[in-house]
């Protein structure tokens, strides 16, 4: 199927299977490959991405979908040169290891402080349910994201 | 996943004639079941109607005391809506953030998962489903694992939940999917308590035996002596029948004291 | 100018950079041109027989490349997947190590073992041809209680009764007669619950052939490539050592799973050279939950002696530990000697005796996560001292502190093998019980019970063997390689500095504490130091990252090459400096002639041994590049202690992290910033074995814990922020002082929860994962 969708800025029109995941364009066709995929049942979070302005796990969007879609992602939010608060937070609290999980983390992240006031740390731990980290233990990820919401 | 065609109608009609024709067909809500189910190659459906192109179904709505909640309208939203709070904070502990940005209210009961979040309000709060071809009573609705009393190709359109005076929802998430292990929704309508189960047995259901003890006395302790037939429940890695049985009670107390404490202060 | 950025300072990470911003790259995230994909066709049954396969119409399927059984690859030679460690029995017999084809020939022996590969041109024609495949089982009863392992059915005709091997370590004899002068015996029947490591990167590889070359390249997840290429070369016989290039880019998390050499990266590498194609495969999740190596798994009873005042007399251990149905690369030494050896823990005990009968089972292969072997140690002996602590009326600070190795004992020759060589454990006992507040834990404590709720403290004074290991030591033990590492310094002509490492970083973060390393030693900008690791194109011969060792030696290869970077330039400086080679000397990054103002930056010495004008060539080679192969004299001994405080809703049983205390000694360290990572993401591993993670098997062997949905994995909000300190005794012996880090947390923590739980319940023994139902019920028997 015929599908078009804005990705970082870049209007894309794309001839792809129906039973495409939107996180398959971004890496396979798009060779995005910032977002990862870490599991198969929509719970690792690995492969958040925003879509029209919401945090969606992109492994669980079909390409029909995403059809006509404004997508972010972690390739998207900031530069080397002019990273996004969070993208800033996470590095100075030391908020990733081996880094596969980041790109969703962030993503996440970044939703989470837009959309609420007066994070506290429990608002942060649940906020972050939907993202599985095995190397922080949460810890410093809490503290990034408390940072950059002071920032944000 | 298996290849399938995709298909994006514009109205409920196109929806099931798209149904009717099709070899096999699966309607998509928001996909947060369908989706990982045809990832896992556990569905072969030959089409995919996603019915969130349809007019009209999205969005939140009162009317004499109802809340009307269109079927493609998404758990954040109902989350961030303020008629009924029970309902909004129920909504906003369904799976996690991202699946309540695209997991849809008509999607979670049509499915009828027995762990899914949104049964239990549509047996407590006195909810119409509503369909393509009819008015369904929520008390009626939900009929087995996985089992509606949706025909072949009905479509929900909406569902009316009616107002509580008061209500509270305690839900004991399962630590892995975060599903309902257990959820309980007590509801107040004046002297009337009705008090929707999901997680627990094969679907949603009201507790007749709860809210009889508190239609007669409002209080946590009045479910203490109430018997609770865990014969039929769930049994899992988490949680074993019994475990549900004893997690139920425990739930309509804390909701009843939540109540409570809201009432009294 | 190197204080910002040398060692002890908390520097941001270099890796970083790539990662926040999506630019990792990570197997999946290369490609080759006309790449096929393979998909494993899996073993529906636990056991059964293999009859026919029939393949032909998988190979019909459309897009299909080939399909590939073990008879393919048995017809062209390609071996076992072999076990690296042999371990002997106590009769002094070899340890079974049952046949174990990559694809399963004749026999399959658990759930998800791969028969046989289909190659497509996409990833779903390779699935459709995966499901095509048909294969005729005939089911057998499967093997899957561990405590009933020995009396079933035999899985493999080598191994009767199931048994691998049973091994034994210490004084039988003088543990018996401790026993029977005990005034007090402590005895606990412990299981150490099965875990599935879960990296969150699943495993991945592709394999490419260059015919022109007849070459092999493959890049996969792997935390030791070059370990990768050795058994892949010289055991599987994929391809000569010298024609097989193994690439570990970057990992996504390992935690030991990613050690072993696995059947899908040998097919793939074996496919492309077949195919004359590169061949691509990414584990998804369930595959990962079936066939990745699980850890732990043990059963035991153990049995602490003491007298009257509470001084240790004996330990006796009895182990069933899993193997699953094949030997993983390093499963045999899990449960021996990274297990048996640790049974001292931080104690003089005097007499220890430890048997370890391992079992084969239809489940997955069990081999080495985060601690392998030292958590479960540790788990044995820090609940038996806690409960002994209650059985005895002491405290239990008191009673460990009675027991105490004390730092005039070192260097402590243990009665099971090992000589730790410093440590003050006290120090790290006392810090941790003043950041716990334990004197107002009674207050605590009745204000939780006013409430209606339940709370508990427990310790856990850990200690772990690390620094994976001198080699003679192993090897005499069984090990099949020795386990130094290497390091190389390259000064490039402008003064900056390419180090190559044999040690492998999914996570450890070695590109930014090497490159403090050297801009420590050398007095580099950190900037300018850049960290290779992960080809084995790349760097020499080494031993990859696995038991807390990257910078224990690792590291002190790279310090090693350093001292020879510097003896060089002393040379070139003495030379262009008109002085003796031993009046100079080399501080911050300058060449000083003693009592003078004559000196040379770096920058000079480095430009001058490639431009060699002035410079002694008769003598002196030019160029500033060395290289360092350092084999540790002895193993690391990081230890400390762990005190949490829990809350329990006895109407639901939930159990509530309220406080978690980590005093943990590393010896010296580079970053930290980069060690309290390391401790906290062991601490939610330790954490989550004791509270959540479990890995079922039902009793035909089908894995009950096969996703997210099941297997529970520690959530932010399962989590509380942890309270993480360090003392320091240096380690004596190697040039850093250093212990390593990387598996304390896991090691020490899951005792410290479960001695809370207790503590909590007040009951003596309890299953893990302490999950809601089981503390629920057992506060009904109570």
Redesign the interface.
């Known amino acids: ?1 015929e599908i078009s969708l804005n990705v970082n800025g870049t209007a894309h029109s794309l001839e792809v ?3 495409t ?1 939107l996180s398959d364009i971004l ?1 396979e066709r798009l060779r ?15 492969c ?1 991405v925003h879509v029209n302005g ?4 992109s ?7 995403a ?1 006509g879609a404004s997508v972010t ?3 998207g939010i ?3 040169d002019d ?1 996004h608060p969070m ?1 800033t937070a ?3 609290n ?1 908020a ?8 969703g983390m ?1 993503m ?1 992240a970044i ?2 402080v837009e959309k609420n006031d007066g994070l506290t ?2 608002a ?20 990034a994201v408390l940072a950059a919401a002071r920032q944000m | 996943m298996y290849a399938f065609s995709y298909h994006k109608p514009a109205t409920a009609q196109e929806a099931a004639d798209l149904m009717a024709s099709a070899d096999e067909g699966a309607y998509l809500a928001g996909g947060m079941t369908l989706v990982p189910t045809l990832k896992q190659r556990l569905a072969a459906p030959s089409d995919v109607i996603d019915l969130t192109g349809i007019h009209g179904l999205r969005g939140i709505r009162t009317l004499d005391g109802k809340v009307k909640v269109g079927a493609t309208t998404r758990h954040a939203e109902v989350a961030a809506n303020e008629h009924i709070p029970v309902l909004a904070d129920l909504a906003g502990r369904i799976g996690d953030p991202h699946v309540r940005n695209c997991g849809t209210l008509g999607g979670s009961v049509a499915n009828s998962d027995p762990a899914a979040d949104y049964p239990a309000a549509v047996v407590a709060l006195d909810a119409t489903v509503h369909t393509n071809k009819r008015a369904i009573a929520g008390d009626e609705f939900f009929k087995g694992l996985f089992e509606t009393a949706l025909e072949d190709g009905e479509i929900v359109t909406a569902v009316d939940f009616r107002a509580p005076s008061a209500a509270a929802y305690a839900k004991f998430p399962n630590p892995a999917s975060r599903y309902a292990v257990v959820g309980v929704l007590v509801a107040r309508y004046g002297d009337q308590v009705r008090v929707g189960v999901t997680g627990a047995g094969p679907c949603a259901f009201r507790a007749a035996n709860i809210e009889a003890a508190l239609a007669a006395d409002f209080r946590p302790g009045a479910v203490d002596d109430v018997g609770i037939d865990y014969g039929d429940f769930n049994a899992d890695l988490h949680a074993s029948a019994e475990y549900r049985g004893h997690l139920v009670r425990v739930l309509a107390k804390r909701a009843v004291a939540q109540i409570g404490s809201a009432d009294s202060g | 100018m190197t204080a910002e950025t040398g060692i002890g300072a908390s520097v941001k990470r270099k890796e970083d950079a790539r990662f926040i911003t999506g630019t990792g790259r990570y197997t999946d995230d290369v490609s080759a041109p006309g790449q096929s994909y393979a998909v494993f066709a899996r073993s529906p049954h636990a056991r059964a027989k293999l009859g026919g396969i029939d393949t032909s119409a998988a190979a019909a399927s459309d897009g299909v490349v080939a399909v590939f059984t073990g008879a393919d690859l048995q017809a062209d030679g390609i071996g076992d997947l072999p076990c690296g460690w042999m371990v002997k029995s106590k009769d002094g017999s070899d340890m079974v190590q049952p046949p174990h084809p990559p694809l399963a020939i004749e026999r399959v022996n658990y759930v998800g073992e791969p028969y046989a590969v289909v190659v497509a041109e996409t990833l779903e024609a390779a699935k459709n041809g995966a499901e095509a495949v048909q294969a005729d089982f005939e089911e057998l009863p499967a093997v899957v209680d561990l405590k009933n392992a020995a009396a079933a059915d035999s899985i493999h005709d080598a191994a009767p009764n199931n048994q691998c091997y049973d091994w034994e370590l210490g004084d039988g004899a003088a543990t018996d007669a401790a026993f029977e002068r005990a005034h007090h015996v402590t005895r606990l029947h412990i299981v150490n619950n099965r875990l599935i490591p879960n990296a969150i990167e699943p495993r991945a590889a592709l394999g490419e052939y260059d015919a022109a070359a007849g070459s092999y390249t493959l890049h996969t997840t792997s935390q030791n490539p070059h370990l990768e290429r050795l058994v892949l070369a010289a055991f599987v016989n994929v391809a000569p050592e010298a024609k097989l290039r193994v690439i570990s880019p970057d990992v996504g998390g390992g935690f030991g799973s990613k050690i072993f050499v696995y059947a899908e990266e040998t097919a793939v590498i074996w496919a492309a050279g077949k195919l004359r194609r590169p061949v691509k495969w990414r584990a998804e999740r369930s595959e990962s939950f079936l066939a990745d190596a699980h850890g732990r798994d043990h059963v035991t009873d153990a049995e602490l002696a003491l007298a009257e005042d509470g001084e240790f007399l004996g330990l006796r251990v009895r182990t069933k530990a899993n193997m699953g149905a094949y030997l993983s690369t390093f499963a045999s030494s899990v449960p021996t000697y990274l297990y048996g050896t640790l049974l001292a823990g931080q104690y003089k005990t005097p007499a220890i005796h430890v048997q370890v009968q391992a079992l084969f089972t239809n489940t997955a292969p069990v081999d080495a996560y985060r601690g392998a072997g030292r958590p479960e140690a540790t788990y044995v002996v820090e609940r038996l001292v806690e409960t002994a602590a209650r059985e005895i009326g002491m405290d239990p600070s008191d009673l460990r502190r009675r027991n105490f190795i004390q730092p005039d004992d070192f260097p402590y020759e243990t009665p099971v093998a090992l000589t730790y060589d410093t440590g003050d454990y006290e120090a790290s006992l006392d810090k941790a019980l003043a950041h716990a507040d334990y004197a107002g834990f009674a207050a605590r404590k009745a204000a939780s019970e006013a409430s209606g709720n339940k709370r508990g403290i427990g310790f856990s004074c850990y200690i772990e063997a690390c620094g994976l290991a001198p080699s003679q030591v192993a090897i005499s033990l069984g090990a099949g390689v020795g386990l130094f590492e290497v390091g190389e310094v390259r000064v490039d002509v402008t003064g900056s500095v390419t180090v190559t490492t044999g040690s492998h970083s999914h996570g450890q973060s070695h590109e930014t504490t090497f490159a403090q390393i050297i801009s420590e030693k050398l007095g580099v900008q950190f900037e300018n130091v850049t960290v290779l690791h992960g080809d084995t194109g790349r760097s020499d011969y080494a031993l990859g990252t696995y038991g807390s060792r990257s910078l224990a030696v690792g590291g002190s290869a790279i310090v090693k090459a350093t001292e020879k970077i510097v003896a060089k330039g002393k040379k070139i400086a003495a030379h262009i400096l008109e002085a003796k080679e031993d009046q100079v000397d080399f501080a911050d990054g300058v060449f000083q002639v003693v009592d003078s103002n004559q000196s040379l930056t770096f920058g000079e010495v480095a430009f001058a041994a490639y431009v060699p004008a002035n410079y002694p060539l008769e003598e002196l080679e030019p160029g500033l590049s060395e290289k360092a192969f350092y084999d540790p004299p002895n193993f690391t001994y990081p230890a400390g202690a762990h005190i949490c405080e829990v809350e329990v809703d006895p109407q639901t049983g939930v159990v509530r992290i309220e406080k978690f205390v980590a005093v943990d000694d590393f010896g010296h360290i580079v970053n930290p910033m980069i060690v309290e990572g390391q401790v906290h993401g062991g601490l939610a591993q330790g954490i989550g074995q004791a509270l959540l993670e479990h890995g079922v098997y039902d009793e035909t062997g089908q894995l009950l814990s096969g996703s997210y949905m099941d297997y529970t994995m520690p959530r932010a909000d399962d989590l509380p922020s942890f309270l993480v300190d360090t003392t320091t005794t240096p380690c004596t012996h190697n040039p850093l002082g250093v212990k390593g880090c990387g598996e304390a947390g896991a090691i020490g923590s899951t005792a410290a929860v479960m001695n809370a739980v207790t503590n909590a319940l007040g009951v003596t023994e309890l299953p893990m994962p302490a999950t809601p139902e089981t503390v629920w019920r057992a506060l009904r028997e109570a």
């Open positions: 199927m299977p129906a039973n995941l890496r995005l490959t910032g977002t990862h995929v870490g599991c198969d049942t929509s719970q690792c979070g690995a958040v919401d945090a969606v796990k492994c669980t969007v079909l390409a029909g979908q059809n992602t972690i390739e900031g530069t080397p990273l993208q996470f590095r100075d030391h990733l290891q081996c880094g596969f999980c980041t790109p962030i996440s939703e989470l740390e429990q942060v731990r649940d906020g972050l349910e939907g993202n599985l980290c095995r190397c922080t233990g949460y810890h410093n990820i809490v503290k």
